[in-house]
């Protein structure tokens, strides 16, 4: 769901009263009593929805997100927060129906047409989504987001951009952080198109600096979290064949885990895998750590409880939340930040396939740099931080390969990109899936997409990225020594 804007908020009665204090079953219970007998879609309904797919209930949520979306009115509101909901249970169609609505029932509200505007590029309808935009940005200019949401559509040219409006406004905005933010990123995407490096570099650094300034963040505590998941999943515990009963689920190889960095191509690998017969991906969701911290048991620190859980468990659980909807022979997870599991996951789901996509250490981190998340990774925004965090990654990286060899399957982007049919086959089989080259056809796949590389996507695959941080070597100091100092191997 990047860069969506989620409810406003729920409806202040009984039912949010009863969520906020914890009490989620009484909340169940007071959200049914407020739209029973309903004749129009309410507030109520997205709350409601919500509580069941919060208590695993996700068919039932379907239902009200259904009989919701079967009313001829409601409130922009109303529409706004069932949307959200259909998002997250895959209904991503019947969401941007609902997001369409919304915007009908409120068009002065400019959320709701950024909202759709996301939705529109999700589903790859780009020029739908730009217009979505310019709509939103016509209700005012403080409309930041959706400045560079527009940016990101598509790749800026010297006869066509936004350059000069961002200028503009960036300039009369002063220093609201908003402005400097949102807007800083979108003219240094811009600029960067055009190939106008050094005024890029300026605008990354000033919208990375204003977004860190905000962040309650310390790099040594995510240091010591990465070494201590190495500690609780020692390679020796991976030698031996797995002594316990897995349930049926971890005996299944039709789940595959796509992680890897942000930025570095474990989208596009998506796509392509996507595109063969009887594959669906649930996208970046945390089923897995889920399943896994609710089945942790003992008495150490989180991580012993983790690396102590019921392997049965952790598996029953995890497939009892990857499984609804589509059906699919295969399953993707392609959550990043799955590597931090990836020991986890496979004594859980002992053949699930495990798939680290791999990027150079400064392609990746400056990819990394120039992104403005939604939420997440907030090492990403201080050159200094991101190379102390990419090397506690990379010897995180390295004990997952002596743990479990060729388990974890790694997939470089820079070869991906440059022999996509090789790569892309030799993943396949490895998956246990029958290739075919259409899978390479990614601007044709019609699959959703909510990342933040939602767009660049909808564009056949290409390898311009490699080497782009080249460009801005002589601002990249900190990150190289920083790398460097701490063991990474760099490219010459």
């Known amino acids: 769901m990047e860069g969506l804007i989620g409810p406003r908020a729920f ?26 007998g309903a004749t129009m879609c309410l507030p109520e309904h997205g709350l409601l929805a919500s509580l069941l797919l919060r208590a695993g209930r996700s068919a039932e949520a379907a239902q009200w997100v259904a009989q919701a979306a079967s009313f001829d009115s409601g409130s922009g509101d109303a529409y706004d927060g069932v949307a959200f909901v259909a998002l997250a249970l895959g209904e991503h169609e019947r969401s941007n129906a609902l997001y369409r609505r919304a915007t009908e029932a409120a068009p002065e509200d400019p959320r709701f047409r950024y909202n759709l505007a996301c939705s529109e590029r999700s589903l790859g309808r780009l020029a739908e989504a730009e217009a979505a935009c310019n709509q939103c940005i016509a209700a005012g200019d403080a409309q930041y987001p959706a400045y560079l949401l527009r940016s990101e559509l598509q790749v800026q040219t010297a006869q066509q951009n936004h350059i000069d409006e961002l200028e503009a406004l960036l300039a009369r905005s002063g220093g609201d952080y908003r402005a400097r933010v949102f807007l800083g990123y979108a003219l240094a995407k811009e600029l960067d198109d055009i190939e106008r490096f050094e005024q890029a570099f300026h605008w990354f650094s000033t919208a ?113 939340l990857a499984d609804p909807g589509a059906p699919a022979a295969h399953i993707i997870e392609k959550l990043p930040l799955n590597y931090l599991y990836a020991g986890a996951i496979h004594r859980a789901l002992p053949q699930a396939r495990i798939l680290l996509v791999q990027r150079a250490p400064l392609d990746s981190c400056f990819a990394m740099y120039r992104t403005l998340f939604a939420g997440g990774y907030p090492f990403s925004y ?93 601002h990249l100091a900190a990150l190289i020594d920083g790398l460097s100092a701490r063991g990474v191997a760099l490219a010459p």
């Open 11 to 36: 409806p202040e009665g009984e039912a949010y009263r009863l969520m906020r204090a914890g009490e989620l079953d009484a909340a169940l219970a007071a959200a049914q009593r407020a739209v029973s």
């Open 208 to 320: 990375a600096r204003a977004r860190r300034a905000r962040l309650d963040y310390d790099v040594a505590v995510d240091e010591r979290k990465l070494a201590r998941i190495a500690e609780v999943y020692p390679r020796e515990s991976f030698r031996a064949a797995p002594s316990v009963a897995r349930a049926p689920a971890a005996q299944s190889p039709r789940y595959i885990f796509i992680l890897g960095l942000p930025r570095s191509g474990t989208t596009l690998l998506e796509r392509i895998l996507t595109g063969l017969p009887g594959v669906r991906s649930n996208g970046e969701t945390d089923h897995f750590s889920r399943a896994l911290l609710a089945a942790g048991q003992g008495r150490g620190d989180v991580f012993e409880r983790a690396a102590a859980a019921d392997q049965a468990l952790v598996a029953s659980g995890y497939a009892r």
């Open 382 to 474: 201080d050159l200094e931080e991101l190379a102390r965090y990419y090397a506690a990654y990379d010897r995180l990286m390295q004990h997952w390969r002596a743990a479990l060899g060729a388990r974890l399957h790694e997939v470089a982007y820079e070869e991906l990109v440059a022999e996509p049919r090789r790569i892309g086959a030799r993943v396949a089989a490895h998956c246990g899936l029958e290739w075919s080259d259409q899978a390479l056809d990614i601007q044709s796949n019609r699959a959703v997409s909510l990342t933040a590389s939602a767009a660049q996507v909808r564009r056949p695959i290409y390898g311009s990225s490699s080497g782009r941080w080249r460009h801005y070597r002589a």
